[in-house]
């Protein structure tokens, strides 16, 4: 039986004994001379323009472009990086005001003004893009810009999350000569002030990072170059990553070769396993005659073994979730497993008689194939397993890369899906608020109205995030109640690199995003 505190002791000692020996994520070096550091991942941009996307797209965005705030290195809560400075003027948690750096330049030259943050923001809500990032939005009303340098955001209710939402890269700013106002841009050319510009952009192939020499912010780049290599599962990663094609790997690495490679880490791999707060969970459309009943979305969360999946499927490198809430946030509690205990085949057979349904449900489960790694496909034949086990369901698996998935649960095709979600920021507040409401990042209304009218708006007033616990359990109850969305498990982050890439450790943000400009090649031993 795989022996899940082994695992990770043997982990944490690879780590160790790297750092003796000197070839740690953490060692020193100097900016990498062999060319670019090549990072490998399973999680393709789904489009290059940032009013369009939320979802793991912002790993290219935060690269390339800037946003007001951001994270820097060790950072927890949001700092300066486009701006100079930004804070609350009132005491209500209302207004908010940013002052640039002086001189911001976009990387074509032009500048970088006070009206294109404005300009950036408000195409975000008048595109309204489905599955785009609007609903982020929901507690702003205006954008209000004084010369070149002050931008002054009003928002309709009290919300001390606004700089979390800020510094998402889905606030990314661009250039309004580039970019329409009222449409996304279609083609693969990007103007950004990041860190980095997007020399070439292959789509599920490469995207070619090169230093941006115009940048001014906080990262300190210890490389000069970075190419990302696309791949539609693990196994094609790792691959590339022993046979010397790429350097690093992040996003997408299956439970089998995160076991072979703690395994065989030392010579030529080193393998760091960090806390995560990613979730994956199944999303019922309540326009579908069976996926709408409430019976037919309590006995599946009543039969539903996460333990089995986080076991049999993920090799225990992922754990057991019963909120929406992972654990590590303020205000995490266990609704699933107060309401329903252990998988129980009988009180789901109860809960379907009761609502006059005796013979089993036919429903229709979707997959990505190529966004939440090489593991997901197995989940759902464990899901299809379970569920047509009891006899109360027969259930039809299907499955679609994840550029025409995502269009098919936006036009409500799917009576069931799947979705994974990296957070925005590390708050309770944005593993609720994404997933209810009208505009909500899964493309299927959630109305939810003591949550979105009272329980979040009642939360966002309070600065001290530590006094929102109640509400936010409050919500995760009604969610429960719901059973919209039915969490499965909490993952943690694994990275995979050469031995002699460093900086590893330090490039993921408070939202696990890379910041690919820690990454660098050792230079001594």
Request: glycine content about 8%; hydrophobic content about 35%; aromatic content about 10%.
């Amino acid at each position: 039986m795989f022996n899940r505190n082994r695992f990770l002791r043997r982990v944490a000692a690879i780590a160790s004994l790297s750092l003796v020996a000197g070839c740690s994520l953490l060692s020193d070096g100097d900016p990498d001379s062999q060319g670019p550091i090549v990072v490998g991942t399973t999680s393709a941009p789904s489009t290059l323009d940032p009013a369009g996307a939320w979802d793991g797209s912002w790993e290219l965005y935060r690269n390339i472009f800037q946003t007001l705030l951001a994270y820097p290195n060790g950072a927890t809560t949001p700092q300066p990086d486009a701006a100079e400075s930004c804070s609350f003027t009132d005491s209500t948690s209302r207004t908010y005001r940013c002052e640039l750096r002086p001189g911001l330049k976009f990387a074509d030259g032009d500048p970088l003004t006070a009206e294109a943050v404005r300009h950036s923001i408000d195409r975000i809500r008048a595109i309204d893009a489905p599955g785009g990032p609007a609903g982020l939005l929901g507690s702003l009303d205006d954008v209000r810009t004084s010369g070149d340098r002050e931008i002054v955001f009003h928002l309709n209710q009290p919300d001390a999350t606004f700089p979390f939402v800020l510094a998402t890269p889905a606030m990314s700013i661009v250039d309004p000569d580039d970019y329409p106002a009222d449409s996304l841009r279609e083609d693969t050319a990007v103007h950004g002030s990041g860190p980095y510009k997007l020399q070439s952009y292959e789509e599920g192939g490469k995207a070619v990072l090169v230093r941006n020499d115009t940048y001014q912010g906080f990262a300190k780049r210890q490389n000069d170059a970075v190419t990302i290599r696309y791949f539609e599962d693990s196994a094609g990663m790792v691959k590339a990553l022993r046979d010397k094609q790429i350097d690093v790997t992040y996003r997408g690495l299956a439970a089998d070769d995160i076991l072979a490679l703690q395994e065989h880490a030392g010579a030529d791999l080193q393998l760091v396993d960090g806390a995560g707060t990613d979730i994956s969970y199944l999303v019922f459309n309540p326009e579908d005659p069976w996926a709408k009943q409430p019976a037919v979305r309590k006995a599946i969360a009543q039969i539903v073994d996460r333990s089995a999946i986080a076991h049999k499927v993920y090799k225990d490198t992922v754990d057991p979730l019963y909120s929406m809430v992972p654990k590590g946030l303020t205000g995490h509690a266990t609704p699933f497993f107060d309401d329903y205990g252990e998988p129980s085949v009988p009180k789901a057979r109860e809960i379907l008689s009761d609502a006059g349904i005796t013979r089993p449900v036919p429903l229709t489960l979707w997959y990505t194939t190529d966004r939440y790694g090489s593991e997901t496909a197995l989940m759902f034949r464990e899901l299809k397993r379970q569920l047509d086990d009891s006899g109360l369901f027969s259930i039809t698996l299907k499955s679609r890369p994840w550029k025409s998935y995502v269009v098919g649960y936006q036009k409500g095709e799917y009576p069931v899906f799947g979705r994974g979600w990296f957070p925005d920021f590390p708050d309770a507040d944005n593993f609720i608020a994404p997933f209810v409401g009208e505009h909500n990042a899964l493309g299927t209304p959630y109305p939810a109205k003591e949550i979105t009218g009272r329980l979040l708006p009642h939360a966002r007033a309070e600065s001290d995030r530590a006094q929102t616990v109640k509400d936010v359990e409050a919500a995760q109850r009604i969610m429960v109640d719901d059973a919209r969305l039915i969490p499965l498990w909490q993952g943690r982050q694994f990275l995979a690199a050469s031995v002699d890439i460093s900086g590893g450790e330090q490039a993921l943000d408070p939202s696990t995003i890379m910041m690919m400009w820690t990454l660098h090649r050792k230079t001594s031993w």
